[in-house]
């Protein structure tokens, strides 16, 4: 195939054999995901949706004979059009590729005979652009979209019309629907699409940290079961159905449970975006019961809200309210699970405003000094108190 005698559309939106990311909003959530032009079929695409992807659709260009793609995920596609070659449409693609040539030959002209030379040839460029959708329209309507469910897409409804945009976000609103006919967030109160953007202003809002949005919460609050429609701008958790899974998932795990499952479960079995499968954990961890904790990974890079740096290597309910977003937290939590004994790094995010000059300590290493130095300002701070009273 002569790539350059693509229309306009697959070379910038959709370039062959590059993932094109593609949202698409379902009962009041942006969903990201991708699209997949290729010449062939590879097993890694139909492999279960993780991440940030939570729906797939791949356009083979040309059907191949004997296919049998293992789809692992029910928001994978697989589309094939129709069989044989259209000679007709093989014509097209010559000339589109022939007119781009032509153009170049004129970019550097700037006289009224190159400019009209210019104007034709990008009307003709348009026309053939849209002979060219209208075969693959009919290749694909024509076609089959494959699926891991029982039930399949109808492809003449999805492909019609001239539009690859409005091809994938029929297919794609298909997916998400098969997938998820219904989520545990009041979706019908949500003024408009929630982004993975919102969870960190939201985050904001309900711990009123610095450069909180109330108006945030206010809108997005209640639909989500953050907030109630009487008070929309205050937090109020007692009808929060996602915090109810997160409860009952968490209480049939072992003692600790591992992050990566429970926030994939939220995010890709329940239905919420990664970044409100992490909103709601925090939420949890805040307001559960019994007392948990999260164990972060040893070179996490986390922070305050203050702009201090998170000392240790777990958030503990009273740490969640001060605890600045990070885009990457859900890399660097390992596990959550019943609050156990301190280490010394986990004490430092208290002691350290009576003793700054404490220290974290490597894993073996000893940390008497360390101990001595806090005895030492502890010393200090009762002298201070004593003078002070007299």
């Given at each position: 195939m002569n790539h350059y005698g693509e229309p306009r559309v697959w070379l910038e939106q959709f370039p062959l054999g590059e993932p094109a990311s593609f949202s698409h909003e379902h009962l009041g959530v942006l969903y990201p995901g991708e699209v997949i032009r290729s010449e062939r079929w590879s097993p890694k695409w139909?492999?279960?949706?993780?991440?940030d992807v939570f729906f797939r659709i791949v356009l083979l260009c040309q059907r191949r004979g004997g296919l049998r793609p293992a789809?692992?995920?029910?928001?994978?596609?697989?589309?094939?059009?129709?069989?044989?070659?259209?000679?007709?449409?093989?014509?097209?693609?010559?000339?589109?590729?022939?007119?781009?040539e032509a153009q170049a030959l004129?970019?550097?002209?700037?006289?009224?005979?190159?400019?009209?030379?210019?104007q034709t040839l990008q009307?003709?460029?348009?026309?053939?652009?849209?002979?060219?959708?209208?075969?693959?329209?009919?290749?694909?309507?024509?076609?089959?979209?494959l699926t891991s469910g029982e039930n399949q897409p109808d492809t003449a409804f999805l492909f019609a019309g001239l539009d690859p945009t409005a091809w994938f976000s029929r297919l794609a609103?298909?997916?998400?629907?098969?997938?998820?006919?219904s989520l545990p967030i009041g979706s019908a109160a949500l003024p408009r699409p929630v982004t993975g953007n919102d969870a960190s202003v939201l985050h904001r809002a309900i711990f009123r940290q610095p450069e909180a949005r109330p108006d945030n919460l206010e809108q997005l609050g209640p639909g989500l079961g953050l907030s109630t429609f009487a008070m929309p701008t205050?937090?109020?958790?007692?009808?929060?159905?996602?915090?109810?899974?997160?409860?009952?998932?968490?209480?049939?795990?072992?003692?600790?449970?591992q992050w990566a499952g429970i926030h994939n479960y939220l995010?890709?079995?329940?239905?919420?975006?990664?970044?409100?499968?992490?909103?709601?954990?925090?939420?949890?961890?805040?307001?559960?019961?019994?007392?948990?904790?999260?164990?972060l990974s040893r070179d996490?890079?986390?922070?305050?809200?203050?702009g201090r740096p998170l000392l240790g290597s777990r958030i503990t309910p009273d740490l969640v309210p001060a605890l600045w977003w990070h885009a990457r937290l859900a890399d660097w939590a390992e596990a959550i699970g019943p609050v156990t004994e301190p280490s010394w790094n986990d004490t430092l995010q208290h002691l350290s405003a009576l003793s700054p000059g404490l220290t974290p300590i490597g894993e073996g290493d000893n940390f008497k000094a360390q101990e001595r130095s806090l005895l030492t300002s502890l010393e200090t701070l009762t002298q201070g108190l004593s003078q002070a009273r007299e």
């Open positions: 139909g492999e279960r949706l993780t991440g789809l692992q995920d029910r928001r994978i596609a697989l589309c094939l059009p129709a069989v044989g070659y259209s000679s007709h449409r093989g014509r097209l693609a010559a000339d589109l590729a022939t007119i781009r004129y970019l550097s002209h700037h006289d009224a005979e190159a400019d009209l030379i210019r009307r003709h460029q348009a026309g053939l652009e849209e002979q060219l959708l209208g075969e693959e329209s009919v290749r694909y309507s024509e076609g089959r979209v609103g298909w997916l998400l629907a098969e997938a998820w006919p205050e937090s109020d958790l007692s009808a929060c159905r996602v915090l109810e899974l997160v409860r009952d998932r968490i209480s049939g795990q072992a003692a600790e449970a995010a890709h079995e329940v239905g919420l975006t990664g970044p409100l499968a992490t909103l709601y954990l925090l939420v949890y961890l805040y307001c559960g019961r019994p007392e948990l904790a999260v164990s996490h890079q986390l922070s305050l809200a203050d």
